[in-house]
């Protein structure tokens, strides 16, 4: 672990710049066409449920982080593989994210330039955040927390004036009853993103006031589940559902459609501006989890020397997970989830929970 | 053989140097005693200094009192010298009855800061500061009068940092009159100053200035420390220290504030920081420094609130163009040709249409060509300053576009880059900005606006992991606070100054008192008024 303290703001621009960061991107819940918005707000439910979870954890271990107290609750044998394995789902996901950003670029804009140029540079920059420490990624984040929320808002006003939402492209509402709903909510929404809140099980010893853990990070996550909730709405309004469902990036699709006056048109550029700051934190912090957790079970004094190293291994996984875009989407909804996400997010941190609960019960019985 | 005596001969080459060097140590002869006989000690004198042209020594011979005044010509004052110290000495002639050499000090000269030296290594030390000493026959003391006194040019117009309104006077480049100028500015007995010697051959004079009370005297001690950690052999500008005492090297931005203006001075220590004086220059350096400081200009607070935040948002966004304008350019010519107006693409491609070169190596020969004229403009003489203006202007405007080597686009955009970078106040910003300008017209060329984005991204982590003296560089923005607004992107009211920046400053932290924003009297106050206005 590093010596590094960040205030509780931090802690919140960060959550929400994690959340947002490739969610608002790829689209998510797409598969319940017009309401794909419940999904999200029903996800961010249960994702508020699982981090209760994880606020329970941290706080019977306030100094630690997830890899050293999983090894406190279920011994040190079983604890270090569990903690290995979780090291190596954090690098999963930060090479998954780096390989969403890239092929965005490339499909869209960079259609010329090799993967790998953009990867490498966009692991150069995370390296180097990572390399100088949390406190400047806490500090990197509220900078852009700034910009993101000026471009948002810019970006809001203008889809408004272009007259593109029509709102009648939400209805039906429950065309199909709520069973589809729940199942999208269980397989992508509850997963992507709010169950990824668990890499902070990773973080969240950093934070100055431990006590104000659950406010701040719940906080965060309302927000940003309702920008999300909001920009889908506006996807779905302004693209209509087949569009919505079909497009790879729905909301790059919604801003391009963007035309003012004839002047303000061909706003894709600040899209890829969001798409930047956005992937850069979702993979800095997965990437600085696994950083961390490898130094802690380990035992390395200074992570900084393994920065480079697995920031190479990370850009090389990124290229190799699948061979191409629909191969790594495909991956994403189907096998991710269920082998990934369910074990690591929930069923995982249940049993630490309720083993975790009798463990302290003991102590304080004995005390 | 030869090898070894080779080897040999370095060596006591070196060691040479070492002897050459411990000679011009001042510390070497500090023990030495000051001799009872006056005349080996004008010897010694001028064996010592080499037998220096402008070293004075001037013999008197009164009743009781054989002995010699030595000074620095150009360094003591002369005028001082004959009007006080020999014509009181002639005058006091019949006075001088004891022996005593206490008696001589008391009437030697009408002159105050009097005193008594006792060893050698003290007399170097006054003698090339400026003083007049005293060497009297059958004593090994000497007397020391303050006689300093050189050539110093008069306070004049700042002419680095320019304001439309404020004052006018700058530093100079005697660290005496530049300390009188904060002392006439801030009338307080708070104001302490301490001074030391860097430099161990030019024997600089530094001195730490700040408000006790206001400063954080953890700042204090570490800008102690890391000044008596300095061993250089000599400090000719204030660059030097500011160099050997930065937190990081690494780095084109600025982490210490420096100007030649004394308001600006002022107003650093009163929000607690610490200025460093060096003598023989005008610029006064100060920490520690925040990002946001170096966009600051002193007209900020002179002018209204609502006028200078908008001429402060236009700065730094000048220093955004300044950073990005030309990269721009590039990425939308290669890379993004959907961005702008079709129109205006097709008049930019068919202005480009005869230009060999792309858009990089367009932008490069413009942008250094620009550079290098800019350089040459601060370095040439006065007289030809004008030639090379017009010259300039013709290669860098039209002849570059006749002859076809740049389309007009690119004319305009280095012409606002360089305007723009004109308008950050601090030069020290403004130049860091000029040179990661390159890094980034690189990176859009290969990657476009995706390039600028990582340029940009990468220069913000480095901006966040910067430290001046402990405080971070990029505070009160990230670190956020919300207390610390007034003085960042908007320039509050000065009646909403209440606090100084809590990050710096400890212990007095309050600035304004309460109910300080104006308004028009209160409506019982304006209702006697108008009553009274009726009456007459």
Redesign the interface.
Known sequence: MEKAKI?S??LFVLIVLFEMGSALVVGIGTDAKQDAWITVLLGLAGGICLFLIYAKLFLYYPDVPLTSYIQKITGKFIGRILGFLYVIYFMYLSARVLRDFGEL?TTT??SS?PLL??NA??VL?IV??VY??FE?I???????FALVYCIALLGFMLIMFSGLVHMENLRPILENGWMPILKITLGQTLNFPFGEMNVFTMLLPYLNEPKKVKRVCIGGMILSGLNITIATVINIASLGVPLFERSPFPLLSTVSKISLA??IE?L??FF??YL?VGG?FKITLFFYAAVIGTSDLFGLKDYKKICFPMGLIILFASLSIASNYAEHIKEGIIIVPIFLHWPFQIIVPVGLLIIAFFRNRKKQLIN | MSILSKLFKKKNKSKQNDNYRQQQDPDAPKNLPILRDYHENISRLKEELGNSTDVAFREFNLKQYKGVAVYIDGLANSNMISDFFMDALLKNQEELQSDSFQNLVDKVTSLGNLRIINNWGQVYESLLSGNTLFFVEGHTKAINVETKGWDKRAISEPTTQLSIRGPKDSFIESIRTNTALIRRRIKSPNLWLETMKIGTVTQTDVAIMYVKGIVNDKVVTEVKERLNQINIDSVLESGYIEQLIEDQTWTSFPTIFHTERPDVVSSQLLEGRVAIFVDGTPFVITAPAVFIQFFQAPDDYYSRFDISTGIRLLRILSFFIALIAPALYISITT??Q??V?TTMAIAIAAQRENVPFPAFVEALIMEVTFEILREAGLRLPRAVGQAVSIVGALVIGQAAVQAGFVSPVMVIVVSITAIANFSTPSFAMAISARLLRFIIMALATF?????I??GV??M???L??LRSFGI?Y?SP????NINQQQDVLIRFPIWAFKNRPPLISKGNIKRTGKGQKPGPPSQSDRKQDSDQGDQS
Request: glycine share 6%; aromatic share 18%; proline share 5%.
């Open positions: 205030k703001t931090q670029l804009i960079y330039t140029i953009i540079l966009m920059t180097y955040a100088k420490g400047v806490a500090r990197v984040g509220e900078l852009y004839n002047f061909r894709d550029v890829m501006l930047m850069f | 890379f993004h959907e961005m107006p990657l476009g606006f995706y390039g984005m990582l991204m990468f913000t982590i480095h966040c992991s971070p990029m923005i990230a670190p956020f």
